[in-house]
């Protein structure tokens, strides 16, 4: 597949450049795809969330009626998770949500998320650029001019460009990555994908 290479005025530069069919021509995997988003999310989870057993909550262990001859039903002491304020029964504990996927899978979660973002014509290359200065306003004119104002947008850059992730950063929906650190849950988050030709480079070299 073949796409032109549009500058930061958002006019053709001449230029073509080759977007290779086993990166972003394959037959998606949705399965991979569906593991590899459900690992990203599961990883994200801290898993602190704690709640206080009968054990844990503070209160006295003395029995507060007698078991039998009340009328009413057992009632053992204060910390009883029957009664408000007692102990959760069965409550949350810290734990780890990580998920661990193999390699190649993860590979081929990725081909299959830029291969589908290709099939919509959801790809555009931007020819590489960087900013002297952090400057929001500098980043959203570069995406009135691509017309993609108010859309969901990942820039994948060749390496850390730290002037262009500023400049981003106060800007909704607009996200910037490393194509070394481009994820499946982060490509199809974006309506639309925009590569700077450095990153092509890299993404092939990756995947």
């Known amino acids: ?50 709640t206080k057993e009968r054990s844990e909550v503070k209160g006295s262990r003395r029995k507060l009626v007698r078991q039998k001859g009340t009328g009413g039903a057992r009632k053992g002491d204060i910390k009883n998770p029957l009664f408000r304020g007692g102990g959760r029964i069965f409550g949350p504990k810290p734990r780890d949500y990580s998920q661990k996927l193999n390699k190649k899978l993860k590979r081929l979660a990725r081909k299959s998320a830029l291969s589908a973002k290709a099939a919509d014509k959801k790809v555009m290359v931007l020819e590489d650029f960087s900013f002297d200065a952090p400057k929001t306003k500098a980043y ?35 996200a910037v990555s490393r194509a070394q650190d481009l ?23 990756n995947l």
């Open 1 to 50: 597949m073949k796409l032109e290479v549009l500058n930061i005025q958002g006019t053709s530069t001449g230029k073509s450049i080759d977007l290779p069919d086993d990166v972003f021509g394959i037959e998606p995997n949705e399965h991979a795809v569906w593991l590899a988003v459900k690992a990203y999310l599961a990883n994200k989870r801290q898993g602190t969330h704690k």
């Open 183 to 205: 994820n499946t849950y982060d490509i199809l988050h974006a309506n639309t994908l925009i590569l700077s030709e450095g990153a092509v480079g890299k993404i092939v070299e």
């Open 140 to 174: 959203i004119d570069i995406l009135n001019s691509l017309s993609l104002q108010g859309q969901k947008t990942l820039l994948v850059t060749a390496d850390h460009e730290k002037n262009i992730y500023l400049s981003s950063r106060n800007v909704q929906k607009a």
